[in-house]
């Protein structure tokens, strides 16, 4: 178990163990559920920095419900040291609760006695005062499914039934070996649950630039599903943060991998994706934050990434 005052947890073999999201609510458009599909009645608290937050606000994007539901974002430096998680400020002020310091506060609407983690994204119900959902694959389902009668783009359906199967097979992969294998070679406390978790990351790397090389996208060579987004979000942070902040030096997707760059370069170009990146925010999140494993807190100013370069993605 980690030790009382270790900022990430890990187990008795130095391996960090992400732990199990809380609030795992259901958003339903048929009226069958607590909290029913309605235009402008929720909210995602978010961290630019996130990638597990940056899905939500790609897949908002992509199904065009930018006026449906709103969205703010939690200050970029996580206090990990002293236990007391995402904060609101200045930079960062909470729009519905102007008191509030800490996104733990909004948790504790739901449950007063509420001492557990605190993640982002947190999709909020304003109606009843109540989090709805803090795991981020329901809560891109629940966006890509329940919100259709609002969306701008309700006929892109980024988990079909057809390919549901192989969607997850992709996601359950590409999460324990990369979205997750970074931060298990990051967090890790011994050479062997570091070594593990690099080779992991690695390995996946090369299989999805041979699936790449063959297709346009993961799961179905010309449709985009949440298994490319998934990808996506952890991609766009691997060379400036995860090669030498997470110590996954090996490769890099610049330089190293053509057909995952196209890729990552493909999607970021699509209609309004790239406002959802903060290429600062997402450095200083990491490099400051993370004292246990930067501790001067400094954050380097490479490397330069253009993702703006031409890309050939047709199958």
């Not at 919100?147 to 701008?152: G, I, L, S, W």
């Not at 992709?170 to 649950?193: H, M, W």
């Not at 570091?194 to 992991?200: G, I, L, P």
Request: aromatic share 12%; with cysteine; hydrophobic share 35%.
């Amino acid at each position: 178990m980690a030790a009382k005052n270790e900022p990430v947890p890990v187990n008795d073999k130095g391996e960090f163990v992400r732990k199990e999201s809380a609030f795992r609510n259901w958003i339903k458009d048929d009226g069958t559920a607590e909290f029913k599909a309605e235009s402008n009645r929720y909210h995602l608290y978010v961290s630019y920095a996130c990638p597990w937050a940056h899905r939500t606000l790609v897949v908002r994007k992509l199904k065009g419900l930018e006026d449906v539901i709103s969205y703010s974002n939690v200050d970029w430096f996580l206090e990990l040291d002293k236990g007391c998680g995402w904060t609101f400020g200045k930079r960062s002020p909470d729009p519905h609760h102007s008191n509030f310091t800490h996104l733990k506060n909004v948790y504790q609407l739901s449950d007063p006695n509420y001492d557990g983690r605190v993640t982002v994204p947190v999709l909020f119900d304003l109606k009843t005062q109540k989090v709805v959902n803090n795991e981020s694959s329901e809560i891109i389902r629940i966006l890509n499914s329940e919100f259709n009668r609002f969306a701008k783009n309700p006929d892109l359906d980024l988990y079909p039934e057809s390919l549901r199967s192989k969607i997850d097979s992709l996601n359950d992969e590409i999460y324990s070996k990369l979205n997750n294998g970074v931060y298990r070679s990051g967090f890790a406390k011994t050479q062997e649950a570091y070594e593990s978790a690099f080779n992991d990351v690695f390995n996946i790397l090369d299989k999805l630039e041979v699936i790449l090389s063959e297709s346009r996208y993961l799961a179905d060579s010309n449709k985009l599903t949440e298994a490319d987004v998934r990808l996506w979000t952890t991609l766009v942070r691997f060379d400036p943060v995860y090669v030498t902040h997470f110590k996954c030096n090996k490769k890099l997707i610049t330089k190293d991998y053509p057909n995952l760059y196209g890729f990552l370069r493909e999607i970021y170009q699509m209609n309004g994706i790239k406002e959802t990146v903060n290429m600062d925010e997402i450095k200083k999140h990491y490099f400051a934050s993370h004292k246990h494993i930067n501790p001067a807190g400094i954050v380097p100013l490479g490397p330069d990434v253009d993702y703006d370069l031409p890309h050939k993605r047709d199958s």
